[in-house]
């Protein structure tokens, strides 16, 4: 009778777990993605995979690598006076954020689809007295460009900063109607020609004023903005702590659900010691804690330190801290899904007991497959000794958690430039890499601008809902230590980058990475450990028998040519455009301070080439990238796909990389003076790009034919001055990476989702 008990007993248990992995299912199809103003109407889908959608960040930065004129004033090329071009594209795709010092370089032509918007603000129509004339200054037309969506630099202390969605079908150009302090960087996605899992579609999208339901929801940063109410679990507590004490004060095992809020409020004089207290926060028993940070760096500022009475250090979208009367609060609003259990931890380290720490956590119950979202990471990363010539890596998600290959994307970073009040190191670009490219994908203009930034602030601190300085001055406007003590955050809603397999997210030290300040920082990511980015294939076309084996042919090419050139990875060396800066030593160009000049063959050609590639047949759209030489200008070509087995080639897109490795460079003297044209070439010739092809041209195909036909062009580098180099295209090595659903490998999960299959109601 016992052992028959046993026996059911077993049963039931066995029964109960598969039950409970059965309702945890997995998708072969991708999860629909909120674009434009839709991303932040439905933020709460910021854990959902972006299969197929590619972000980047373009820039003025100085070409050389250096930091001339403070990055600025770098054009791609120069149509007339007042069509100075900053960003040109071409495709499908939807600019989502720039950035310019104050007004400067205003009018700005939003070039939509080969129809222009001029844009200007405030201070456009009185450059020169804008700041004693102007207290309050907004963008115009204000219809299309409202606050919260943008800020300017009477708010945020030297910076126009633009959220607002610009959504194209077809081409995106923007140009600098002035030269003067012409900076800036921009952030856009790119889509494939054909894709269907984006809501609302892209067609579908205007330049309409933005929905007041999008403003509202922004403009209640810094308040409660978490679900509450039926459906919500909420879950408090209060916290004591011992000297050096690790306490667990909250674990969930009511899943699959995701985290919507988590709060503390605490006594303001503890606050600097919780500030530097550690949280750790453990997924669904995994080997490492995903969210492993100081408490103040993770809610966003470098300390809890309060100098000057403000209400808010920290009034961001997704995270804030608020000063009252006697207490602090700290809320933290990402999105965190998680399917077995969560674990949160905390570490006292400073040897101070604490009490009186009130905490929340809420929760609501997540519903899809577990395959179409990612885990909430914030990677916490020290360097007390950055090294000279070499960029700081604040995440590289190969060296994370054990490693090995992550879906997912980069959402934001908090961190620490100077520990001395030296705002110097402000000067440092921020450089991100995805997915194997040597070239970065994103590269922007300094780690001010970053923060956004302008001026160094004016040595005052900001909070906006995406970027901010919220403590520290200079070293001479400090009055002790802890206002030496410097940082700033960016927090990405919309604007944030996807990558299939890995990223690397660094900034140098300095204009030159030089500067020897201590820096360390928070960054925040979505990501689970499986690739959504699989290479299927690699072309060498200057090898003989690679290029038989991918039927390669491109009749009008060039012969192979050598060449030794590098990425644009740090300054360039050995320049015959530009001596040493002034200010460096003479050994900081030494070779052992820079990633090596690589050699490579290359070819170039003014007509068609055609190769074969694999793919997975059960692929969900493919990423093609080239290696060429970026000697030659404005490189452009339709791409025409088709199965090797049948004979109609169908158009995927028009692939085109603005500009070469020669801009010309224009700082006049004064706001209204007239545009220069100085010639600047950069000695970094490789450079990797990448082209997306839609799931509706590549799925069932395991053998792809790829035309590439060279769509000549005749953009000069500035009026009467055409570029070193005519029009071609340059090829030296292609890869393809086949997108497909990660799958979690894990005993949360069993068995596949089918396509359109509803989930059971009644999870918890």
Known sequence: MKEFILCVSCCILWCQISLSQ????????????????QAYIDWDKLPYHRIGIRGYMRSTYDRTGNNESADASNFLYQESETMNTVLDLKGNGILYFARTNHWHGSPWNYEIDSNGLFVKETGTSDPINA????????????????????????????????????PFDNSFRLSYGRTFYGTGYFIYHLFPRHIDHVQPRTSSLKMNAPKKEVLDL????????APKGNGVAQYSGNLSLKPFESKTFFESKD??????????????????????????VTWDNRLYPSIDAPIDLFFGTGELYNNNGREYLVKGFPLSIKYEEDTVHLSCYWPMPYFQNAKFEITERNGQSMEDIKWEIRTVPYLDPINHVSYFHATYTDHEFPEEGKDLTFLDTKQVEGGGEWSGHFVGMSWIFTEDGELKTLEGDPRFYFDDSQTPQAWGTGTEEWGGGGDYWGGENMTIPFAG??????????KNNLEKINSAYRFLVADFFPFGKRAIINLEHGGQNTYSEHYSGVTYWYGIDAPSLVL???????????????????????LPYSLVSRYEWGPDTDSPNFGNPPDM????????????AQQDSVRSMTGVSQFTVSLDPDNLGVLLRRKFDYLYPNQKANVYVKDENTTEWELAGEWYTAGSNTCVFSFPEGELDQAQHQMITSNRRWREEEFLIG?????????????IEHIPNSIQLFPGKDFPAESRWSESRYWVYCYSMPRIHSKISNGAFSPGRKLESGLK
């Open 585 to 596: 030593k003479e050994d900081y160009y030494s070779s052992r301070l820079f990633f090596p």
């Open 695 to 707: 799931r509706e041209l590549t799925e069932g195909i395991e053998k792809l034919d790829i035309k």
């Open 536 to 558: 299927t294939d690699e072309l060498n076309v200057f090898n003989e028998e690679d290029s038989r084996r991918h039927n390669y042919m491109s009749p009008t090419a060039s």
């Open 131 to 166: 700041i004693d004339r102007f207290k309050d200054t907004e963008f115009i037309p204000e219809t299309l460009f409202p606050y919260p969506l943008v800020w300017t630099w009477t708010k945020t202390k030297g910076a126009d900063l633009m959220w607002r969605p610009v």
């Open 218 to 225: 922004i403009n209640e940063s810094g308040t409660d903005i």
């Open 255 to 280: 899943a699959p659900s995701m985290i919507r809020a988590v709060k503390f409020i605490l006594p303001k004089e503890k606050a600097l010691d919780f500030g530097n207290c550690r949280i750790k």
């Open 22 to 37: 059965s309702l945890l299912p997995q998708s072969s199809e991708p999860p629909i993605i909120p674009i434009g103003e």
């Open 469 to 478: 300085h919220p403590i520290g001055q200079d070293a001479k406007s400090a």
